[in-house]
């Protein structure tokens, strides 16, 4: 009998150092507190993202991680910055050639 509880004892002593360390292993390793829940941080200007305001972003944490949509949303507004960007720089480019061959 005695045994037996000791052998308890043991596996619950075990059981509690794994998960006291698994815990402190695998937390949610957060810098910013969490969020009220439905709150959502993520936000962008409506023209001229710059790069503080990438910098700024934060998405907010689901059970798996980021919510998807949020970070698909400011994938698709950083994607469309940037090929309007890419297109004013050809433009002027191309400005500025026929400006030199006039």
Do not use: C, H, I, N
């Not at 815990?23 to 910013?32: A, Q």
């Not at 305001?53 to 940037?82: I, P, S």
Request: glycine residues 6%; negative net charge; aromatic residues 6%.
């Amino acid at each position: 009998m005695t045994t037996a509880l000791l052998y308890l004892v043991v596996m619950m002593l075990v059981a509690a150092v794994v998960f006291l360390l698994v815990s402190v292993v695998f937390g949610r390793g957060e810098e910013l507190p969490a969020l009220p829940p439905g709150a959502s941080p993520t936000r962008l200007p409506a023209d001229g993202v710059t790069g503080d305001d990438l910098r700024a972003v934060r998405f907010q944490l689901v059970l798996r991680g980021y919510k998807m949509t949020e970070v698909d949303w400011v994938l698709r507004r950083v994607g469309d910055e940037l090929d309007d960007l890419r297109a004013r720089v050809a433009e002027l480019e191309a400005q500025r050639q026929a400006d030199s061959d006039a």
